[in-house]
T-cell receptor, first 117, second 115 residues
Framework: GAGVSQTPSNKVTEKGKYVELRCDPI?????LYWYRQSLGQGPEFLIY????????DSGLPNDRFFAVRPEGSVSTLKIQRTERGDSAVYLC???????????????FGPGTRLTVL | AQSVTQLDSQVPVFEEAPVELRCNYS??????LFWYVQYPNQGLQLLLK??????LVESINGFEAEFNKSQTSFHLRKPSVHISDTAEYFC?????????????FGGGTRLMVKP
């Protein structure tokens, strides 16, 4: 079946502009995660949704970053007043809710490469 | 909080040679452990995971990892690598009992298999 999809695959913007990054999770996956991967580093957690609500947004770096998942499926990560330091690959992952045996596998999308000039 | 250290940023190795990619973690609570792989121009894929039971876990393509609680390590090994194993490998952890299961990743190790 279809995996996690993210659009756009690449986004180039100018400093100070607003951007939206979209994630389409695997159908039926209740949990959705956003991570950010800077060049040469591992992914870093940003925010986690369980259904429609943001269950944990402790990884968002500041209030310029915001994410929504209004219908419990597609999610949008929004970045206001972009800065050059926001340049990175933004990854989305989805999973089923954990069961008695532990966490379910997180399935990652291909990412959106954001470049802020 | 958890942290993950992958001691080698790059590991060059010849085809058919054995390889070990090292991963150490720090956590005040017990964790689940994962290895993810990122092939060139592809997204992250789960390679293997340790949740409970036997401390030695295996993947379908010949990799294995052993959880060592006393050394807080989860090193990844393969006895004979192929060119197609060239990729970036990430070790990750998430705490037991954490409702969200957010992953904490290491910095990654680039495995470069040479003919």
């Amino acid at each position: 079946g279809a995996g996690v999809s993210q659009t756009p695959s690449n986004k180039v913007t100018e400093k100070g502009k607003y951007v939206e990054l979209r994630c389409d999770p695997i159908s039926g996956h209740t949990a959705l995660y956003w991570y950010r991967q800077s060049l040469g580093q591992g992914p870093e957690f940003l925010i986690y949704f369980q259904g429609t609500g943001a269950a944990d947004d402790s990884g968002l770096p500041n209030d310029r970053f915001f994410a929504v998942r209004p219908e419990g499926s597609v999610s949008t990560l929004k970045i206001q007043r972009t800065e050059r330091g926001d340049s990175a690959v933004y990854l989305c992952a989805s999973s089923l809710l954990p069961g008695a045996g532990g966490p379910d596998t997180q399935y990652f999308g291909p990412g959106t490469r954001l470049t802020v000039l | 909080a958890q942290s993950v250290t992958q001691l080698d940023s790059q590991v060059p190795v010849f085809e058919e040679a054995p390889v070990e990619l090292r991963c150490n973690y720090s956590s005040s609570v017990s964790v689940y452990l994962f290895w993810y792989v990122q092939y060139p121009n592809q997204g992250l894929q789960l390679l293997l995971k340790y949740l409970s039971g036997s401390t030695l876990v295996e993947s379908i393509n010949g990799f294995e990892a052993e959880f060592n609680k006393s050394q807080t390590s989860f090193h990844l090994r393969k006895p004979s690598v192929h060119i197609s194993d060239t990729a970036e490998y990430f070790c990750a952890v998430t705490p037991l009992g954490d409702a969200g299961n957010m992953l904490t990743f290491g910095g990654g190790t680039r495995l470069m298999v040479k003919p």
